[in-house]
């Protein structure tokens, strides 16, 4: 998860950046221009960010099938009749 965080966090950097400077973003001399392609790249190596969405979300949906959640038990009711009978 952090590298799927981490990598599309740099790519959101880096694209703001380059809209920040518009035209001259893409010019190979700026910094900016590399930025955005080793940004990119971290979003393929190693299973692109789709992979990464599907495996931790199987991760997660199996995680949760695995717990489960006891919810409590209604209270029981009695009626009169045997609340007298018990207490006698």
Known sequence: MAKL???EAATHCAHQA????????FVTDMP????????R?????E??????HIVIASKLL???ADTT???PAPPAKHS?????????
Do not use: F, N, P
């Open 69 to 71: 959640i006891a919810s």
């Open 32 to 39: 900016a221009e590399r930025y955005y392609r080793d940004a």
């Open 5 to 7: 965080c981490a990598s």
């Open 62 to 64: 199996r995680a949760a």
């Open 41 to 45: 790249i971290t979003e393929i190596y």
């Open 80 to 88: 009169t009749a045997e609340a007298e009978s018990q207490a006698a």
């Open 47 to 52: 299973g692109t960010s789709e992979i990464q």
């Open 18 to 25: 380059i809209q920040v400077l518009a035209g001259m973003g």
